[in-house]
């Protein structure tokens, strides 16, 4: 049975954890202590829960808890070593877990445990870090708390900063928390309902001082020209900027993308001072490990064209290479780890908006949170006081923490797609769909592109949430459409790598038969649209200069002269053509383009359901249903081909295996010998 008191810990965590003015997503940590029997003894225990590494307090459950015994972790104060290895007394937690002990416990247990309160909640408050990073910070909590909150001046978090917290409750009776310069809060409670109403006022009162002290423009005048552009033409310049953006974002490494163009990033970049405050960079160690220590700013107007946009973002990227380089070599010692990478993790664009990256969508959307996050903070410091983040040389102890190094090593293994953003046109049915699984299975974020946005959407929450996979609309026969598909993609994960040419329908009719019409649509989607599709990817993936895959779902019918097949046919042969002459146009940007011929694919198939397969099967004279093992029995193989056999041909041809592989078509027939490539 869970206990009382980690009950109302996990209650209260949830309720604080789901107002973001409380703070940051997977910021803060709370914790409760309390009595449990000690199953090997029989005697009563005093434990501590405390929320562990990791893990966001609005979906904490029991599990995402470290447990330990109070005695042993209070007992660390006596081996303490002093604050030069406080590091050390990470690794003593494990000493000092209770049963398995849950969740690792974080850097904060000892703030938790060393307080001497039953419940204690530390959080990372838009208003409690404005006035946390005010350069007047200290008098400020005095003026706006009395002795009620007392402040602590910047410490890294840490077994010293847990030692001195406690102190401070232990000297200042009447007090409820404190304000951590250049951090946060803590405060605490004899109950649950205590320290969450602790937690509250101080976060409300300091919000209310703000709201009631600040200038009127804490930013500083408008700026000439940086006003937002509206949102038709934000949006499309944001597209049209997007894979350069991610292209300087990925110089070290690839990234995935997030763009956020919200009021409270655009009026910060349509005033005075953003150029400022931004070079002085976030100031809570989660804010800045996640958005480094400060973004690129573009320094244009949003009046400039897009060409002098780009050319301007990219020189500024090389001066922010060299300037964080510098950065590392000013504080690296000879322990430090190596140096992570130099490029920006945030890019501002006046008028525009702000693009944040990550290594997946997940975390590139939380670190465009944090940077709004930041803004909020800068906003209020700047209205009553001025803004003063934590210096250089603490950021970098930070960001170069062997303890974040450590957790940085932990993590698992990315999937072989990991960071790659693919296109998949055709993909609310059979193959396509197939494939947009497929990839999303190994890593890719996917963009599922078809004629119905309804069906598009649903087989892409069918994958996982929009950090996952998004649905657009498109007929890719529409230049208009595919450009629109295209420029939803990059704005949904800031780019493109790969893209799957698979859109297509299918009628059965001999030459006499076939219509113009039917000529048409078959062309127009296949040969036409592919083409269109390839044209308004590769842009984006020159731009980038990452190179990419494109990949083409022909048909054995493009090399097999088929019976009653003429416009279909000569469609997949045109698309097979365009295989070979775009590998061998785009290689030069890296850029590989393969094709997969399938045969005899029934199951799931749209194509065959929508009339094909009954034509097919009474050209082949059997019964509808049958269709499929017919197709297997003419097989060499004798096997029956399904959807999810061409998209494992497509993760093979654009996976990490055949890097080396281009203007290659793979049937995928079951073994067709007829269609044998030579
Ligand atoms: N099923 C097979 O045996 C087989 C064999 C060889 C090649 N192929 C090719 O594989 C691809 C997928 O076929 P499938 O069997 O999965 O068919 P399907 O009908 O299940 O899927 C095709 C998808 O393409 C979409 N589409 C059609 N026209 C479009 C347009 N103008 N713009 C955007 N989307 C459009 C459809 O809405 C549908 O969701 C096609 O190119 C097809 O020619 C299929
Ligand atoms: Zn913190």
Redesign the pocket.
């Known amino acids: 049975m869970t206990n009382q008191a980690v009950a109302e810990l996990i209650a209260r965590s949830n309720r604080l954890g789901a107002d973001p003015k409380n703070t940051n997503y997977a910021g803060g940590n709370t914790s409760a202590k309390g009595t449990e029997t000690d199953p090997v003894t029989g005697d009563p225990v005093e434990l501590l829960w405390v929320k562990g590494s990791g893990g966001d307090l609005g979906t904490l459950t029991e599990a995402g808890l470290a447990v330990l015994r109070l005695d042993r972790m209070r007992a660390l104060v006596d081996v303490y070593p002093g604050v030069d290895r406080e590091d050390e007394m990470v690794a003593a937690f494990d000493f000092c877990l209770h049963g398995k002990g849950g969740a690792a416990p974080s850097i904060d247990t000892a703030m938790h445990g060393l307080v001497d309160a039953a419940h204690v909640d530390h959080l990372h408050p838009d208003s409690g870090i404005a006035i946390a990073t005010a350069v007047d910070g200290e008098a400020l909590t005095k003026e706006i708390f009395g002795d009620r909150v007392v402040w602590v001046p910047w410490r890294r978090p840490g077994f010293q900063l847990g030692l001195d917290i406690a102190a401070i409750k232990a000297d200042n009776p009447q007090a409820v928390g404190c304000i951590l310069g250049g951090h946060g809060i803590t405060a605490w409670g004899g109950t649950s309902a205590e320290s969450e109403r602790n937690s509250l006022w101080i976060i409300d009162t300091a919000a209310t001082y703000i709201a009631e002290h600040s200038r009127s423009e804490p930013f500083g005048p408008a700026l000439e020209g940086y006003a937002a552009l509206p949102e038709a033409e934000r949006r499309a310049r944001a597209a049209a900027l997007a894979p350069t953006i991610r292209g300087i974002a990925s110089a070290d490494r690839p990234m995935v993308g997030h763009f956020t163009d919200s009021h409270v990033v655009l009026d910060f970049l349509a005033s005075a001072e953003h150029p400022r405050l931004a070079a002085l960079g976030t100031s809570c160690p989660d804010h800045f490990l996640r958005t480094k220590v400060k973004p690129l700013v573009l320094d244009l107007p949003a009046t400039a064209t897009v060409e002098e946009s780009l050319a301007r973002l990219q020189e500024l990227a090389v001066g922010y290479r060299e300037d964080y380089q510098g950065y590392y070599q000013r504080h690296a010692t000879p322990d430090s780890p190596p140096i992570r990478g130099k490029d920006p993790l945030i890019v501002l664009v006046p008028g525009v908006g702000m693009f944040s990256f990550g290594k997946d969508k997940q975390t590139a959307r939380v670190a465009g949170e944090f940077y709004v996050n930041a803004i909020n903070v800068m906003r209020g410091a700047e209205g009553v006081s001025t803004y003063a983040p934590i210096d250089e040389a603490e950021k970098f102890r930070i960001e170069y923490w062997a303890l974040e190094e450590a957790k940085l090593q932990r993590m698992p293994k990315p999937k072989p797609l990991a960071t790659r953003i693919a296109l998949v046109?055709?993909?609310?049915?059979?193959?396509?769909?197939?494939t947009a699984e497929k990839l999303a299975a190994e890593g890719a974020c996917v963009v599922v592109?078809?004629?119905?946005l309804e069906?598009a959407q649903e087989a892409a929450a069918g994958i996982g949430s929009s950090d996952v996979a998004v649905g657009v609309q498109?007929?890719?026969?529409?230049a208009d459409a595919v450009q629109a598909m295209v420029d939803a993609a990059v704005l949904a994960f800031g780019g493109l790598d790969l893209v799957v040419?698979?859109?297509?329908?299918?009628l059965s009719k001999s030459l006499l038969e076939t219509t113009e019409d039917d000529w048409d649509r078959q062309h127009?989607?296949?040969a036409k649209?592919s083409f269109l599709v390839a044209r308004a990817a590769a842009k984006v993936l020159i731009e980038q200069g990452m190179g990419g895959d494109v990949v083409y779902?022909?048909?054995?019918?493009s090399v097999f002269a088929g019976p009653n097949n003429l416009a279909?046919g000569a469609a997949?042969a045109d698309q097979a053509h365009q295989v070979r002459l775009l590998a061998a146009e785009l290689g030069e940007h890296g850029i590989k383009v393969n094709g997969v011929?399938?045969?005899?694919?029934?199951q799931?198939?749209?194509?065959?359901?929508?009339g094909w397969g009954a034509q097919r099967a009474a050209v082949y004279g059997v019964e509808e249903k049958d269709l499929g093992a017919f197709y297997a029995q003419r097989t060499i193989l004798k096997r029956e081909?399904l959807?999810e056999h061409?998209a494992n041909a497509v993760f093979v041809l654009c996976g990490p295996d055949l890097s080396h592989t281009t203007g290659l078509h793979v049937p995928v027939d079951a073994g067709v010998a007829a269609a044998f490539l030579r």
Not at 474 to 478: A, E, I, K, N
Not at 553 to 557: E, F, R, V
Not at 604 to 610: D, M, R, T
């Open positions: 046109t055709g993909a609310a049915s059979g193959i396509g769909k197939a592109a078809d004629l119905s069906k498109v007929d890719v026969s529409d040419n698979n859109a297509g329908l299918s127009d989607v296949m649209g779902i022909s048909s054995k019918n279909y997949k011929n399938p045969d005899g694919v029934v799931g198939s749209g194509i065959f359901a929508g081909v959807p061409i």
